[in-house]
């Protein structure tokens, strides 16, 4: 991901909520693909201009499983992050 872009929840009285800002290089939906959740789902609303890579869970999966080195750093980032 590129730019800066941040969660939201939509609350029923139509306010918005702001849960998390997320910035350029960070993988979203990956402490869920990790966790072995199979459906998830946020609204991530721009905050600058962005450009996102999709990659499906499965193939993200193939390639942790496949690069001992990069599951050992995204756990890393993972980790760090979540201390927010």
């Known amino acids: 991901m590129s730019g800066r872009d ?3 929840d939509m ?13 350029a290089g960070r ?4 402490f869920e693909c ?4 199979p459906e998830y789902s946020i ?6 201009k962005c450009i996102f890579w999709v990659i499906p869970s499965a193939m993200y999966l193939r390639w942790m ?6 599951l050992f750093l995204r756990t890393q ?3 760090i992050c979540s201390h927010y």
């Open 65 to 70: 499983k496949r690069d001992g080195d990069a």
């Open 77 to 79: 980032k993972l980790l």
């Open 34 to 37: 990790l966790s072995g959740i």
């Open 11 to 23: 609350q029923i009285q139509g306010k918005f909520h702001t849960f998390k800002e997320f910035g």
């Open 43 to 48: 609204t991530i609303l721009t905050i600058t």
């Open 27 to 30: 993988v979203l939906g990956e």
């Open 6 to 8: 941040k969660g939201i």
